[in-house]
């Protein structure tokens, strides 16, 4: 999955497409590049970032979704709202990704159940402007996979096929950067594959790696230097089953995807595995 982000100040690639024209250009290149869908988003979610309105979304969102989708590609709407999901797919997108899981939007469940499209159902606490402070795990891991099950519950309830469901960890959404918060979630990915559900993982460019690779003097390591270690969760995530990495530079992660594809299949057709003869 690779990222659109058309808004003026998300903290990763910093209003790069905020034109509407760059933004759908940029689709193209993802899709070029190897992208499986485009994730286009309004709505910057960064730590602090303050809403935009429902207005504002739909005007930066719904033209992209269109003119990507008329032109074949699949289109996800990153979105907390359900009036821009319901939007996003009439003008074509075929995935709803939001990042407060139907929190943030009592109508969303009935949106997606209604659409019938696949909907990523991410780990969230909390709007950014104060979602560090929400931080707070006896065990992250558990904590997260409890908090998103009784999501998948209450979407259930409302009419959610669970064959649609996608559960994200919420890398760096009321995760405490300078914790192991994020990479125990990375560490046991086993906790959300073991539901059943498909598993996507959002780790690139997030603060939580420039800490990891800051310099000497402890200065993080800045947005787009991370690019090759998201390449490492990637490879990490997939291997681990990961069904979609969203990423902002494609092609060495489609790379990586495939390199962990390869190695699963070998792990499979290896000796002792249920998948093949054993060797030797
Ligand atoms: N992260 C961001 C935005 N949308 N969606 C999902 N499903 N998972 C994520 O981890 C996620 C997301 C924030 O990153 P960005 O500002 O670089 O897009």
Redesign the pocket.
Known sequence: MG?V?VTPD????GGSWFDRDKAIGHGLDLVAAGADVV?V?GE???PGAQRVTLEEELRRVVPVVSALAADGVPVSV?TMRAEVAEAAVGAGARLV?D?SGGLADPAMARVVAAARVPY?V?HWRGHSHDMYSRAVYADVVREVRDELLRRVDALLGEGVDPSMIVL?P????AKNPASLDNWALIAHLEALTGTGHPV?V?A???RFLGKLLAGSDGTPRPFAGSDDATVAVTALAAAAGAWCV?V?RVAPNADAVRIAAAVRAARGAGPGSDGGEPRG
């Not at 919420?170 to 959404?173: D, R």
Request: net charge neutral; charged share 30%.
């Open positions: 990222v982000n998300s903290f990763s690639d994730d988003g910057s979610t960064r990153d990704n990042v990523v991410m994200d919420g890398l760096g959404f996507l959002g690139s460019r997030k969203r902002h």
